[in-house]
């Protein structure tokens, strides 16, 4: 086995990876490969079979996508890369980085196959012939049986966590899979732990393989308290806000995974009144340097920085580091945590976590040996209450220190030319000191459901009496004849358009299901949903984050992608700022299935009594 610590660590630039993989990679703002990637790339791009023994989280998909993708002829329409995962969720998660990394390689597709999904979908996407098809062993062998798969001209075949799929059962399938290969295919296997079965089947079908294994460095923190918010449908700079705003910190680190975020976020910091900085690896040293400096003077209290940037960082003053976004692997977030709690100082460690990035999170767990605790935001009266405090504190310091002389005779002469109240004039300065920082609590939500329900009822909304507790419902469809009436957005609220309706058999909660679960979303936060025959609309939070937006788009209910798009309150389809980008709803992609033809007469810009543009 190699050693992680003899192997020197390249850039990709110089991995001899193709020119569309490693666009992608620069663009996904990886610095430097991780220890698995740095020694699995060469020998997978030289056709070399490959064992590989690392963990989860420590950059295993990337480690034999990059090099496997950059071998694939794209003019070829048949299968030539197979991923076996033991889980659904792994198999979606390891198709979605694949199509990620092969953005820039034009005629590619990449198909996730799965148990519990339709196989009439399934059967009419393998009908574009994807190239790369990412799947779980029994749903890959029902395809081989049904001669809908084949793998005469298969390049490679990846056996991702190949331990789990034996806890599963799944290792007779996986050799049954590897039976039906070509036997010049190039096989890669990585497992975190070696057992008799899996290591039988390496050495049964891996042709002398380069083998790997890379020692997890990680240890307990016990000097750092690690916390996670589970991001749901607030914006994250929002969050951070708050967090910032009732933290005790003296000083921050908070890490992003792009050298471009690093500057977009600081810059965003900085009109928010913190002090904060970039630092990542496009600004020269001495700019680095003096980022540095400054923070440990105190003239500086956030750096916002990549990983690379950061390493080896030791600035006494750091006592937390916020993971923004999620790392890659577990050990850039040892690394990233490491900055604070050093020499026995306590530190406290914030990452953000979306639902779909929870097993990196349980990784995480496993890694540092520690559970982590979830966190809940600090609601506006936490806020509000955190900022009378400091006002307080800065009245009395200020008391105590400054000459006030000049001062107390400007506001003598007003008190007696005004027969003003002392205790007024008081307030009406503390109103002006706090008009960017408002002391009292202020709402931009909406208000509670409760509170909404007779506007609602008002507007000619119909509530479902039915519905769990005594919380009103989300609006139910109207009937067929009240469809021309407007859908206004509920302040606080966006109205979007998903292409799912009720031809579909799609009720309100799959609706609500899979937002939810996607978004992360809580389910009481999501407004009215209208059930129209074809479509429907939803209302949601204001303010969603685009790549949100994107993913919310992809979303499979009831056999139908959302298709999701901004309706404006005249419910017509209109461009809008889904995330920061002007969104219109795109045509119905051929191929996916329809229920029945359109009623053009019921789209939302072609009513009846609504015929302006």
């Known amino acids: 086995m190699s050693d992680t610590e003899q192997t020197p660590v390249l850039p990709f630039s110089e991995l001899g990876l193709s020119d569309a993989v490693l666009k992608a990679v620069n663009e996904a703002g990886y610095e430097t490969p991780s220890p698995i990637q740095a020694q699995s790339i060469a020998p997978l791009l030289e056709g070399r079979d490959l ?101 005469g001209e298969l390049k490679s075949l990846v056996l991702d966590e190949a331990d789990e799929m034996l806890r599963m059962g799944f290792i007779d399938d996986v050799e049954t899979i590897l039976k039906e290969t070509p036997d010049e295919r190039q096989v890669a296997l990585f497992s975190a732990t070696m057992p008799g079965p899996i290591h039988r089947v390496a050495t049964r079908y891996l042709k002398d393989p380069v083998e790997i294994r890379i020692k997890s460095k990680t240890s307990t923190m016990e000097t750092i308290n690690q916390r996670y918010w589970q991001v749901t449908g607030m914006h994250k700079l929002e969050a951070l806000t708050r967090i910032l705003e009732v ?65 080896g960082l030791d600035i006494e003053r750091i006592s937390h580091v916020v993971n923004y976004d999620i790392p890659y692997d577990t050990e850039s977030y040892v690394h990233r945590i490491g900055r604070t709690g050093r020499a026995g100082r306590t530190g406290t460690a914030i990452l953000f976590v979306s639902p779909r990035e929870k097993r990196m999170l349980f990784a995480i767990e496993k890694a540092t040996r520690q559970p982590i605790e979830k966190m809940q935001l600090p609601s506006t009266e936490d806020i509000a209450d955190r900022r009378v405090m400091q006002f307080t ?84 469809s109207p009937r ?28 309100v909660k799959n609706i609500v299901g ?24 939803i209302d949601l939070p204001e303010g969603m984050p685009k790549d949100l937006f994107q993913q919310l788009r992809k979303v499979w209910v009831c056999n139908k992608q959302l298709e999701m798009s901004i309706v404006n309150d005249n419910d017509a389809s209109a461009a809008g700022d889904g995330g920061g980008e002007n969104t219109q709803r795109k045509p119905r992609r051929s191929g996916k299935p329809r229920a029945r033809a359109r009623d053009k007469s019921r789209r939302p810009s072609q009513r009846r009594g609504n015929n302006e543009s």
Do not use: C, W
């Open 393 to 476: 504190q800065m009245l009395s310091e200020t008391i105590e220190s400054q000459d006030l002389s000049f001062f107390q005779e400007v506001i003598a002469h007003y008190q007696e030319a005004h027969d003003a109240d002392p205790l007024e004039v008081a307030a009406a300065l503390t109103y002006l000191v706090q008009k960017s920082r408002p002391l009292k609590p202020v709402v931009h939500v909406r208000p509670p459901r409760a509170e909404r329900g007779g506007a609602d009822r008002e507007r000619g909304s119909r509530r479902d009496k039915s519905d769990r507790g005594d919380r009103p419902s989300r609006e139910r």
């Open 514 to 537: 899979a937002i939810a679960n996607e978004a992360g979303i809580d389910s009481k936060d999501i407004g009215r949903i209208s059930l129209q025959d074809n479509y429907s609309t």
């Open 247 to 311: 933290e005790e910190f003296d000083a921050m680190i908070i890490f992003v995974r792009t050298k471009n975020a690093t500057a977009e976020l600081a810059e965003k910091l900085e009109a928010r009144g913190y002090s904060s900085s970039p630092l990542n690896g496009d600004m020269n040293q001495a700019a680095r340097e003096k980022a540095i400096q400054r923070m440990k003077k105190g003239q500086l209290d956030i750096l916002v920085a990549t990983d690379v940037a950061a390493r």
């Open 51 to 151: 064992l590989g023994q690392a963990q989860t989280g420590t950059g295993k998909t990337a480690a034999f996508s990059l090099p496997l993708l950059s071998r694939i002829d794209v003019k070829s329409k048949m299968p030539q890369m197979l991923v076996l995962a033991p889980t659904r969720e792994l198999a979606i998660q390891v198709a979605e980085a694949i199509q990620s990394y092969a953005k820039h390689m034009k005629g590619l597709h990449v198909l996730p196959v799965y148990g519990g999904q339709s196989m009439g979908i399934q059967l009419r996407q393998m009908q574009r012939n994807p190239q790369v098809i990412v799947g779980t062993p029994g749903r890959i062998l029902d395809h081989i049986r049904r001669k809908t798969l084949k793998l």
């Open 480 to 507: 067929r004849g009240n469809q021309d009436k407007p859908h206004r957005s509920e302040d606080g609220m966006q109205t979007y358009r998903v292409e799912v309706g009720r031809t579909h058999g799609v009720e």
